[in-house]
């Protein structure tokens, strides 16, 4: 139970500072920090990765969401999760912790990359150049979605570093966005992986009660906090967090 308090505080605590990640944390604490097979751990990530991100995103409503893009990158992502969640069923677990594991290093590696400087199309209302984005915000959708399906994840250590560097939103703009789409796609992938599932719900709530208070405070916290700061820690906790997947997958 006390690895539970603990490893739910730094999910929380992560979701709040950089709008995602927390999943990427939840993921291999649940399995290897709690025991939890991968089947017990991705719909429970799910269930306290979507509560968490929806108390981190209360915070930020009021500095402003891009709601077209959460409408596109979210309805696309729904379809999407629930494949991602049939072929994950059909998949071995050692290869899905893997696969984690490499997503893991390719987002954080993308999030050192330079930003951009200007917005792009998709910083805009629904104007002509927000038409012209929203075929990548689908197509961002569709991946994230499948993602979010596939590996229990709610998404938002590819949906921030894509809606920054793809879409060309501010970093601060791309939190509160991602935290709303990782709502959605978190609801999808649960449904999805509902079937036949039962909650524990000692480990669920030791998880999920310091995650919400963790990201209440730390979204809080961030508004202080430079995007290039929060870039860097987020690509580092990405990938430490890479190999413990990999070392506790291979020598499992």
């Not at 939840?26 to 990530?45: E, F, K, N, R």
């Not at 979605?145 to 596939?150: A, H």
Request: charged letters at 10%.
């Amino acid at each position: 139970m006390i690895p539970a308090l603990g490893l739910g505080l730094v999910v929380g605590i992560v979701l709040g500072v950089v709008g995602g990640g927390g999943s990427i944390i939840a993921v291999p604490a649940l399995v290897y920090g709690v025991g939890m097979s991968p089947a017990q751990a991705i719909p429970t990530s799910l269930l306290v990765v979507g509560v968490s991100s929806l108390a981190a995103l209360l915070p930020r409503i009021r500095e402003g969401l891009n709601w077209p893009v959460i409408a596109l990158v979210g309805g696309a992502g729904i379809p999407a999760a629930w494949a991602g969640a049939a072929v994950g069923k059909l998949l071995d677990p050692t290869i899905l912790m893997l696969a984690f594991a490499v997503i893991m290093v390719a987002a954080g590696i993308r999030m050192l990359s330079k930003p951009r400087e200007t917005d792009g199309s998709c910083s805009t209302g629904p104007n002509r150049a927000f038409r012209s984005c929203a075929p990548k915000a689908v197509g961002v959708g569709l991946l994230v979605g499948f993602l979010t399906g596939l590996l229990g994840v709610g998404g938002g250590f590819l949906i921030t570093p894509a809606l920054t560097i793809l879409l060309g939103l501010r970093m601060k703009q791309a939190v509160g966005t991602s935290l709303a789409i990782i709502v959605v796609n978190s609801a999808a992938g649960f449904s999805a992986h509902a079937a036949g599932y039962t909650i524990d719900w000692a480990t669920t709530l030791a998880f999920a009660v310091p995650a919400i208070l963790g990201s209440l405070v730390a979204a809080r916290f961030a508004r202080h906090l430079k995007d290039k700061h929060i870039r860097i820690s987020f690509a580092v906790l990405i990938f430490a967090v890479a190999a413990w997947v990999t070392a506790g997958t291979v020598t499992a």
